[in-house]
């Protein structure tokens, strides 16, 4: 039996959940990487991101555990779920199962048909909004265990909405202050400190090509030298490929 995590694990977690969100806004990464560091904010035994079509008014799974009953009803049919109006609106900072009344349980079709023969007892429905207003998806999570009260993962999960509204959106830019595919490795490289050679090597390119992408990097980006460039890079989740 693990020991309970504490506020400050499940916050230290946290960061480790935008860092995620991040490097998969710019494709560096998958947002399968954002569900599996969301394990450690909100230990779960299903969890799923969601990003909603208008076109087709349907949602697109991303990433998800559910079984394909459920994946199928998340995609399909959820919106059109008594639950849902409730928890679609950007004020509210997600639906956690305990608060929902009995009675819009029971006559919630998700809930009796899909996550009742799954014995989920908690877990959270967090739509996710991006900042000009739509409604761009949701997170899904679900446990088989009820979780402790206080539970600071509650206000965790509401912090994390940006990021992850930004992970699913498909307006999102994947190539963040205008950066080009290889102006974006070269700046990874530099939040490893390496030098331009070392970087040429790395990227199989030479050392003046490499200081020409900086100098690109830095005009784009109105940073002042490599050190700057190489914090925005950590702060944005970008990390050098293995």
Not at 55 to 72: C, F, M, W
Request: neutral net charge; glycine residues 6%.
């Amino acid at each position: 039996m693990t020991a309970e995590r504490t506020t400050a694990d499940i916050l230290d977690a946290a960061v480790h959940v935008r860092a995620a969100a991040r490097s998969a806004t710019i494709g560096a990464t998958g947002v399968e990487t954002v569900l599996a560091a969301l394990t450690e904010v909100v230990e779960y035994d299903h969890a799923s991101l969601v990003r909603w079509d208008p076109l087709r008014r349907r949602h697109t799974t991303l990433a998800g555990s559910y079984p394909d009953e459920a994946t199928a009803y998340i995609e399909t049919r959820l919106h059109h779920d008594p639950v849902f109006p409730v928890l679609h609106s950007p004020a509210r900072g997600g639906l956690w199962l305990r608060d929902v009344p009995r009675q819009l349980l029971a006559a919630s079709p998700g809930f009796q048909e899909v996550l009742s023969p799954l014995g989920i007892e908690d877990g959270v429905a967090q739509c996710l909004f991006a900042a000009d207003g739509r409604y761009v998806g949701m997170l899904n999570v679900s446990t088989r265990r009820p979780r402790r009260t206080p539970d600071p993962a509650r206000a965790v999960v509401t912090l994390l909405t940006e990021a992850l509204a930004a992970a699913v959106d498909p307006r999102a830019d994947p190539r963040p202050g205008g950066l080009s595919p290889r102006e974006l490795q070269v700046l990874a490289e530099l939040t490893a400190g390496r030098t331009n050679r070392e970087i040429a090597e790395r990227l199989y390119i030479t050392p003046r090509t490499v200081g020409t992408h900086i100098e690109h990097i830095l005009a784009k980006l109105d940073l002042p030298n490599r050190a700057a460039a190489a914090a925005r890079a950590a702060a944005w989740g970008i990390e050098p490929t293995r």
